[in-house]
């Protein structure tokens, strides 16, 4: 494999956003990460697999997903540690950093098409 494709970078990061989503809610409602531990550790490794195939523009988003899942592991097994829960913001912050600027306006339905504007902002409410 020469290089990889947006929509594997997008598969990781689809994955890691799920898997965050899932920890966050076990961990609000008190439940045992434990196998979303497993789950993250799996996605690291997944990644790491994947930055060895991966071309230039790739690696960075790669390795910040790899390390965003590494932490998140880390929250799933030591859910009460502060210093944790900022370490995964800020892990997750440079992963979606990473992956926008390969793939722009992930979150709104525009697709990452050209300068515009969207509806909210015109509104001043978004």
Same mark, same amino acid.
């Given at each position: 494999? @020469?290089?990889?494709?947006?929509?594997? $970078?997008?598969?990781? +990061?689809?994955?890691?956003?799920?898997?965050?989503?899932?920890?966050?809610?076990?961990?609000?409602?008190?439940?045992?990460?434990?196998?979303?531990?497993?789950?993250?550790?799996?996605?690291?490794?997944?990644?790491?697999?994947?930055?060895?195939?991966?071309?230039? *523009? +790739?690696?960075? *988003?790669?390795?910040?997903?790899?390390?965003?899942?590494?932490?998140?592991?880390?929250?799933?097994?030591? *859910?009460?540690?502060?210093?944790?829960?900022?370490?995964?913001?800020? @892990?997750?912050?440079?992963?979606?950093?990473?992956?926008?600027?390969?793939?722009?306006?992930? +979150?709104? *339905?525009?697709?990452?098409?050209?300068?515009? $504007?969207?509806?909210?902002?015109?509104?001043?409410?978004?």
């Amino acid at each position: 494999m @020469s290089g990889v494709a947006e929509r594997e $970078v997008t598969a990781l +990061y689809l994955r890691y956003k799920g898997l965050a989503l899932a920890v966050g809610a076990t961990l609000v409602l008190e439940r045992d990460a434990g196998e979303l531990a497993g789950e993250a550790a799996r996605l690291a490794v997944d990644a790491r697999s994947l930055r060895e195939h991966a071309g230039k *523009p +790739y690696c960075a *988003p790669i390795e910040a997903c790899a390390g965003a899942a590494d932490d998140l592991r880390a929250l799933a097994i030591r *859910p009460g540690d502060g210093k944790l829960t900022e370490r995964v913001r800020a @892990s997750h912050g440079r992963l979606r950093r990473e992956v926008w600027k390969l793939i722009p306006c992930e +979150y709104v *339905p525009c697709g990452g098409t050209a300068a515009h $504007v969207h509806e909210r902002e015109e509104l001043g409410d978004g």
